[in-house]
């Protein structure tokens, strides 16, 4: 990725929704036609979309986190102090 914040546009990501749309579209299909079971397997493969998404950030295909400034990371490190309130004069 060329931008350290790509705002989710991963492989995983992108995967992970097209599967989950389809679900939807099962889902959909199976309310339209009142059939429980398709309304089911739709439902399954939303979960599978998850799970697919997971794996596949899990394999290096997701996005890595990174902390910007004032992140936990430079907090920690005692890089980032806390601003200390100021009183306003009356």
């Known amino acids: 990725m060329a931008e350290s914040h790509s705002h ?13 749309i389809v679900g939807f579209l099962v889902a959909a299909f199976g309310v339209v036609l009142v059939d429980w079971w398709i309304i089911a397997v739709g439902f399954g493969v939303i979960v599978l979309g998850g799970i697919v ?19 936990a990371e430079e907090h920690a490190a005692g890089r980032v102090t806390e601003d200390e309130p100021t009183e306003r004069s009356s």
Request: aromatic share 6%; hydrophobic share 45%.
């Open 8 to 20: 989710g546009s991963t492989p995983a990501s992108w995967t992970a929704v097209v599967v989950m």
């Open 53 to 71: 998404g997971k794996v596949m950030s899990m394999m290096g295909l997701g996005q890595t986190a990174s902390f910007t400034h004032g992140g």
